[in-house]
């Protein structure tokens, strides 16, 4: 049974940074996207990273240059490093994994079959 844990969220400044984990079990093999999603309060999740497992990322226009995806294989654990956050960063952050299809590296909601909790990160201006 697959559990992602998603810790790290909290309130900061605009200009300040955040990190956040996700503690990943259950995963058979390695053939699985990873990704980072968030949702505002009255809005759609949506796609913020992801990371494949030969490393190859891809980010979301809106963040892009001010976050960065990663993991630790040996802690089974990914992260999404936030820097310069705005107000509108503001959302719950969720962890997702999705069996990889070839080299498609999607930020599509429907592409990732196991989520976490969430963890609320909060930007205040």
């Known amino acids: 049974q697959v559990h992602l844990v998603e810790s790290g969220g909290g309130s900061v400044q605009s200009g300040g940074s955040l990190r956040l984990a996700c503690a990943a079990s259950?995963?058979?093999?390695?053939?699985?996207?990873m990704g980072w999603f968030r949702q505002a309060p009255g809005k759609e999740r949506e796609g913020v990273a992801a990371l494949n497992r030969v490393g190859r990322t891809n980010y979301a226009s809106s963040v892009k240059g001010r976050v960065t995806i990663s993991r630790d294989d040996a802690e089974n654990t990914l992260f999404l490093h936030m820097n310069s956050l705005k107000p509108e960063d503001t959302a719950i952050y969720y962890c997702?994994?999705?069996?990889?299809?070839?080299?498609?590296?999607?930020?599509?909601?429907?592409?990732?079959?196991?989520w976490g909790q969430g963890t609320q990160v909060t930007v205040s201006s």
């Open positions: 259950g995963l058979t093999d390695t053939n699985y996207n």
């Open positions: 997702a994994a999705g069996r990889a299809h070839g080299w498609w590296l999607p930020l599509l909601v429907r592409e990732y079959g196991f």
